[in-house]
């Protein structure tokens, strides 16, 4: 438990420490700006960073065409043994198409589960909310009753009626009636 | 009877061929789970369909004859690193054939067009040579994060190291491939200006 506890801190200290480091150390921290509108060097070793990231962008942006898996599939079954090659999931493989990926597929639902999410929140604090109140009213009535009985037939036969839950006074007999 | 023991012996053949067939079905269940996300990957090391399609074919063959049809312990680290492999290989003996066959000065006189220093194409050839020259530990790391998108968690498990070191490494990665472009680019500059 303890050191569940110490590798949170660590955790949280570590994202603490990157946040002020790159606040003030890094490529958006305004003296870092103002260094690279004045320097030649700085300025193009970023634009030469940019020009990369711009590459990478480029590359994964291209597409190929839809069928590439398929043909893909269809020429590499064709050089493996005969009986994979005869294998029903060859056949699934050789018509194969690229499918969107599981959380690409349900992040059009997001929005969605978002706003069903903090509606089920809601509910459940109005719950809570109605529940304490419920509660409040409850004590405070048995206040007002229990002040009522010691004004009408004294403290301590009151203290004796509103004793803790179902503990039965002490002036009670075996079947709870009470006795002179 | 030297006609009947041969026979015997092709029939013996056949049958212990089908059963290691039988036994590799884990080939194509492979190719069904990593397929998409490999030919993706190779797609865009290469920039060539046909390219693409031969380098994973590679792939899966050099996984069917692994250890004589053994299966790997990790199959998706082997596949990744094989197909990386394969794909590198393809794309320097692509760019040492274009080298061969363009003489320098066409090459020189078709980079200098300030119209093609734009091209989104110039830019991906150039960064695709540069890749090809990184040492193999960044190289790695690079395609396996930028081309293939695989996590940092992912690459440390197919690499064999930890995700802040495939961090570390793709940040010098970056920072080579950083000054290489630049050269480049200074060196057709320079050819501008003479």
């Not at chain 1, 700006?33 to 990478?56: E, F, M, S, T």
């Not at chain 1, 020429?75 to 969107?100: D, N, Y």
């Not at chain 2, 053949?13 to 059963?19: C, G, I, L, Q, R």
């Not at chain 2, 320098?104 to 960064?127: C, F």
Request: hydrophobic share 40%; proline share 2%.
């Amino acid at each position: 438990m303890k050191s569940i506890n110490t590798n949170s801190k660590c955790r949280r200290i570590r994202a603490w420490l990157y946040e002020a480091v790159s606040s003030r150390f890094g490529a958006d921290a305004d003296w870092v700006k103002k260094h690279i509108v004045n320097c030649p060097r700085c300025r193009r070793r970023l634009d030469l960073v940019g020009k990369v990231n711009l590459a990478l962008s480029i590359v994964k942006s291209q597409p190929h065409k839809l069928d590439l898996l398929m043909r893909a599939n269809t020429q590499t079954i064709g050089v493996l043994k005969h009986s994979l090659r005869r294998a029903p999931k060859a056949r699934k493989l050789r018509t194969m198409l690229p499918e969107p990926k599981l959380l690409e597929r349900w992040g059009k639902y997001r929005c969605s589960a978002a706003n069903l999410a903090a509606c089920i929140a809601i509910l459940f604090l109005m719950k809570i909310g109605v529940f304490s109140s419920m509660n409040e009213f409850q004590t405070r009535g048995q206040k007002v009753i229990r002040q009522y009985y010691t004004s009408q037939v004294g403290e301590d036969l009151a203290d004796e009626v509103f004793a803790k839950d179902t503990q039965r006074p002490s002036s009670a007999n075996s079947r709870g009636v009470f006795t002179a | 009877m030297f006609g009947k023991a041969v026979s015997y012996g092709l029939l013996w053949d056949f049958a212990v061929s089908e059963s290691v067939g039988e036994s590799q079905r884990w080939i194509l269940s492979a190719m069904q789970s990593h397929g998409q996300e490999l030919v993706t990957m190779l797609w865009r090391i290469l920039g060539n369909e046909q390219d693409a399609c031969d380098a994973y074919q590679d792939t899966f063959l050099q996984l069917a004859h692994y250890e004589g049809g053994r299966k790997p312990e990790h199959i998706k680290a082997y596949i990744f690193r094989v197909a990386n492999n394969v794909a590198i290989s393809m794309l320097r003996r692509r760019i040492a054939e274009k080298k061969r066959v363009s003489t320098a000065v066409v090459a020189r006189k078709d980079v200098s067009s300030p119209a093609k220093e734009l091209d989104s194409k110039y830019l991906q050839e150039t960064l695709r040579c540069c890749i090809a020259r990184l040492p193999e530990h960044l190289r790695n790391v690079i395609t396996l994060r930028d081309l293939a998108g695989l996590s940092y968690a992912q690459i440390g498990r197919i690499l064999g190291i930890s995700a802040a070191t495939a961090r570390v490494y793709r940040c010098k990665a970056i920072q080579l491939l950083t000054v290489w472009m630049g050269k480049e680019e200074k060196d057709n500059e320079k050819y501008k200006y003479e």
